[in-house]
């Protein structure tokens, strides 16, 4: 799976960046910060290298929460436990796919 360095969700730009330092700081390995359309993914935790994989679902993690905000539903946007039961299952129907279907 490709992580995109900026993507654009209902109208607004979004960066996507590294930034180890300040979300480690306050033990985060992913975020976004609506105020400056960035979401932020760190390589590492307190206590290990992340895998391509963990990075992937944190992406589409952050992804879910910028996705919710911009439809003005906060309820679902700040449900941790349904953004990574979704974005797990969804990260493993995009990497499983076989073949492709022609348009």
Known sequence: MKIPASLKVAGKNY?????NGRIQERSLIGECDYS???IVLSRNDKHSVQTKESIEQVYLHELW????DALGERKMKC???LADS?????HQALN?????LKI
């Open 15 to 19: 960066k996507v960046k590294w930034d």
């Open 36 to 38: 400056s359309c960035t």
């Open 65 to 68: 929460h910028v996705i919710w």
């Open 79 to 81: 449900d941790e436990r």
């Open 86 to 90: 979704f974005t797990c299952l969804l």
């Open 96 to 100: 499983s796919g076989k073949g492709e």
